[in-house]
C-alpha cells in the first residue's frame, strides 16, 4: 500500500519489530524481520484492509533452566568453558547459541569431553536474516553424538559487514568442503580455515548466491500473449 | 601446445608447461617434456569432469608419479543448479518437487528428509496416517535397492566387469517399474509430501511387489555368485580406498562406508523416523575398512532392505483404504489425482465438486494451491539414513508460505572429501574403485 493514498494505515513505527517481543511465558525473543501485509498486494488492488499488517517474525526463543533430560548435562558441560548466549529448546531440538570468538573452543569440548562426544560434524548450513541487524549471517552448525545418541545444534551469528567467522576445520575435517560451500553461498569468511575457496560456484562469479540480496534470476516467459515474469518478480504471499 | 588454452588471456594458472591432450599424441607430449629438460615422471593430470569412471560430472585432479598418485583433488560444482535457491521461492509441497531431484538415484530420501523436517516444523509428525508411513518405508527401501544396484553395477562396469553392469541394470529396471506403477514416475517422483503421501496405492500394486520380491530371491545371490570370491574382483577391490573408523568419523563419513569400518551406525535403528522401529532387519557391517568391504555391507543391505520391503507389504496389505494424508485440511493436498483415458490428472470428481458444487471447497484449493500453508517460525533438522549415509535437510522457516532456507547435506558431497585419503599413495586404477566405493552422485554433491 502506497501511503499516499491510504493515509489511514498505521505506519509501522507504532508497533517495532526491532525491539523485542516478551511473550506471556516471560521468554524473551527477538524478532528477526518484519512482515507487512497479508496477500502480496503492495502499492495497489487489496482493498480489504489487510494490507496494514505488520507482524514481527520471531523465531523461538530462550529456553530456561532446567531443560530437563540430558540437554542440562551438555548445557552444564559447556557453560564450565564459555558463556553461553542462549539455549533455545524448540520441537525437541536444542540450539546453543555461542559468541563467534568462542566457536573453536566449543568445537573442541564438545567433540573432545569424554561426557561430550560429539564425533560427528553434519557440517554447516548458513542462512541469512538481513533483518537480524547486527547479525545478519548465522552458521548453523549440526553435531552428533554416536557415543551418547544426542543431537545438538550450534548456532553463531556475524554481522554482514564483518562476516568473519573462526573455522573449525581442525577440529573437524569434515567441515572443509562445508564451510567453502557456505563461504560460496553466503560470503562468510571462515578464518583459519586451509584454503576457502569457491567449490559449487566458478571460480570467478561474483557475489553469494544464497544470500537474501541476491536475485534469483530468471527471464519473463511468453505464452499465448500472456507474460509470467521470471519466480522471484510473481506476486507472492507475504 | 604450449599455450593452455583453457586458461585466462594473459592469467598464469599453472606452473610449469602446459599440454593439451586430445589423443594419439603421447610421443608429442613425451618430446615436448625431454625437450625442456624436466623429463621426470611428475604429470598432474585432470581425470573428468567428461569421464565415463568418475560417476557423473565430476573433476578429479591428479597429480602422478608414474602410476601412483602422489596428490588426488576434486573439482565439483558442474552440476550445480541452484536446487536450495529455488525452494526459497516456492511453497512448501512444491520444494519436494525440486529436492527429489538432488540425488537422482534416491529421489525419496531427498524428499523424506526435507518433509520430515517440515512436518516437525508443522508440529505433525506424530498425526501422520500410518498407511502413509508405511508406504514412505517401502518406497525407501525400494530405493535402497535400486540405488544399491547402481552403484554395484558402475562400480562393477568401471573395474570391466560388464555382466554386473548389465545385470544390475536389469533389476534396477524392476525397481523403477514398481516405482512406476505406485508414484507414475520412475525418477523425480515428489510423492512423499508434507502430512503424508501424494496418493493411494494403485490396485495390483501389491501383487507386483510380491512378484518382485520373489524374483529378486532368486537373482540377488547372482551378484555374490559373481563377485564375493570372484579373485579378480576381489583382487581389484581388496584394501583399496582404505579407511578407518578415525578417518570416517573425521571426515564426517556416514552410511556404507562408515559401516565398512565394523562399526554399525544406521540411522534407523538409532534414531528411527518413519516408524522403522517397527520393522525387523540387521544393520550391515563388514570390518576390511576397504571397497571390497562396501561392495558386500551394499549387497547384505539390500537383503535386508528385501526384508523390509517384504514387512511393509504385508502390512499395507491389511491396510486397504486408510488414509494416507494427514486429516488436517489446511495441510493436506486437496486436490486428488486418478487414472483418466488420456494418463493420470485430477480426478474429474475433484473437479467436479469444485467447480460445481461448493464453492467453498474452490476458494479451500485455490489458496492452499496458490498460497499454501504457513509454517510456524523455526528450524529442524532430521536426517535419514540415505543408501549413501545421513541425509539431512536443515529446514528453516520464518513463518510464511515459503520455506526461508532449506539446506540439505548430502552424504555424496561429505563423503567425496575422503578421494585425497583413499587414494593417495595408491595406483591411478585404483582411484577409480576407491571412488566407486564411496558412490557419490553428483546430482547431490552439487545440488
Not at chain 2, 228 to 252: Q, S
Amino acid at each position: 500500500m502506497s501511503d499516499e493514498k491510504a493515509p489511514q494505515v498505521p505506519e509501522a513505527k507504532t508497533q517495532d519489530p526491532s525491539t523485542d517481543v516478551v511473550r506471556s511465558d516471560s521468554q524473551v525473543e527477538q524478532a528477526v524481520g518484519v512482515r507487512r501485509g497479508m496477500f502480496g498486494a503492495h502499492g495497489t488492488g487489496d482493498t480489504s484492509g489487510y494490507g496494514g499488517l505488520v507482524a514481527p517474525v520471531v523465531l523461538p526463543g530462550a529456553a530456561q533452566r532446567p531443560f530437563g533430560g540430558w540437554y542440562d548435562e551438555v548445557a552444564d558441560a559447556l557453560e564450565s568453558t564459555i558463556d553461553v548466549d542462549r539455549v533455545v529448546i524448540d520441537r525437541g531440538e536444542i540450539t546453543f547459541h555461542v559468541r563467534r570468538e568462542d566457536l573453536p573452543v566449543v568445537a573442541r569440548t564438545l567433540r573432545d569431553d569424554p561426557a561430550l562426544r560429539f564425533e560427528l560434524c553434519s557440517g554447516v548450513s548458513g542462512v541469512h536474516y538481513p533483518g537480524d541487524t547486527g547479525r545478519e549471517l548465522h552458521a548453523v552448525y549440526h553435531l552428533l553424538s554416536m557415543t551418547y545418541n544426542r543431537r545438538i545444534r550450534v548456532e553463531v551469528t556475524a554481522p554482514d559487514d564483518d562476516p568473519h567467522i573462526p573455522s573449525i576445520v581442525d577440529t573437524y575435517p569434515t567441515n572443509d568442503w562445508h564451510e567453502r560451500e557456505t563461504f560460496d553461498m553466503f560470503g562468510i569468511v571462515f578464518d583459519g580455515h586451509p584454503a576457502l575457496t569457491r567449490i559449487l560456484m566458478p571460480d570467478d562469479w561474483p557475489g553469494h548466491p544464497q544470500r537474501k540480496d541476491y536475485p534469483l534470476g530468471g527471464i519473463p516467459v511468453e505464452y499465448k500473449g500472456g507474460t509470467i515474469p521470471p519466480p522471484d518478480e510473481r506476486r507472492s504471499y507475504s | 601446445m604450449t599455450q593452455d588454452v583453457y586458461a585466462g588471456p594473459g592469467a598464469e594458472t599453472a606452473e610449469g608447461k602446459v599440454f593439451t591432450v586430445t589423443g594419439q599424441d603421447w610421443d608429442s607430449i613425451t618430446q615436448g617434456l625431454s625437450d625442456e629438460g624436466v623429463a621426470d615422471e611428475r604429470v598432474v593430470v585432470n581425470m573428468g569432469p567428461q569421464h565415463p569412471s568418475t560417476h557423473g560430472v565430476l573433476r578429479l585432479i591428479l597429480e602422478l608419479e608414474g602410476e601412483t598418485v602422489t596428490e588426488a583433488r576434486c573439482g565439483i560444482g558442474y552440476l550445480h543448479t541452484g536446487i536450495e535457491k529455488n525452494m526459497e521461492y516456492r511453497s512448501w509441497v512444491q520444494g519436494v518437487t525440486f529436492c527429489t531431484r538432488m540425488d537422482y538415484l534416491s529421489p525419496f530420501y531427498n524428499e523424506m528428509t526435507y518433509v520430515l523436517g517440515v512436518e516437525r516444523l508443522l508440529g505433525i509428525e506424530d498425526d501422520i496416517p500410518e498407511k502413509a508411513q508405511v508406504m514412505r518405508v517401502l518406497l525407501m527401501e525400494l530405493n535402497r535397492i535400486s540405488s544399491h544396484l547402481v552403484c554395484i553395477a558402475t562400480g562393477g562396469m568401471e573395474i570391466g566387469a560388464l555382466t554386473v553392469m548389465t545385470i544390475g541394470f536389469r533389476e534396477r529396471e524392476l525397481v523403477l517399474d514398481l516405482f512406476e506403477l505406485i508414484t507414475g514416475l520412475r525418477m523425480n517422483h515428489a510423492f512423499i509430501r508434507p502430512g503424508g503421501v501424494a496418493q493411494d496405492l494403485p490396485r495390483g500394486a501389491l501383487d507386483e511387489i510380491k512378484n518382485f520380491i520373489q524374483l529378486m530371491k532368486k537373482r540377488l545371490p547372482e551378484y555374490a555368485a559373481l563377485c564375493n570370491a570372484n579373485p579378480i574382483f576381489k583382487g581389484r577391490l581388496e584394501g583399496v580406498g582404505h579407511l578407518d573408523l578415525e578417518g570416517c568419523l573425521a571426515l564426517g563419513m556416514t552410511g556404507p562406508v562408515l559401516r565398512s569400518t565394523g562399526y554399525g551406525w544406521d540411522l534407523r535403528k538409532t534414531q528411527p523416523y518413519s516408524g522403522y522401529e517397527d520393522y525387523e532387519f540387521d544393520v550391515q557391517t563388514w570390518d576390511t575398512c576397504d571397497s571390497y568391504g562396501r561392495f558386500r555391507v551394499r549387497l547384505n543391505e539390500m537383503w535386508e532392505s528385501l526384508r523390509i520391503v517384504e514387512q511393509a507389504a504385508a502390512r499395507l496389505g491389511q491396510l486397504e483404504g486408510a488414509p494416507v494424508m494427514v486429516a488436517d485440511k489446511k495441510i493436506a493436498w486437496p486436490s486428488q489425482l486418478a487414472i483418466g483415458s488420456d494418463g493420470m490428472g485430477n480426478s474429474l470428481d475433484h473437479i467436479r465438486h469444485i467447480m460445481g458444487e461448493s464453492m467453498e471447497a474452490l476458494i479451500h484449493h485455490f489458496k492452499l494451491v496458490t498460497e499454501g500453508f504457513r509454517v510456524p517460525a523455526g528450524q529442524a533438522y532430521v536426517p535419514v539414513e540415505s543408501p549413501r549415509g545421513e541425509l539431512g535437510a536443515h529446514v528453516v522457516s520464518d513463518g510464511g508460505t515459503r520455506p526461508f532456507r532449506a539446506h540439505f547435506r548430502d552424504p555424496s558431497f561429505t563423503n567425496l572429501q575422503a578421494t585425497s585419503v583413499m587414494s593417495e599413495g595408491g595406483m591411478v586404477a585404483d582411484v577409480i574403485v576407491a571412488i566407486a566405493s564411496i558412490d557419490p552422485v553428483m546430482g547431490g554433491v552439487d545440488r
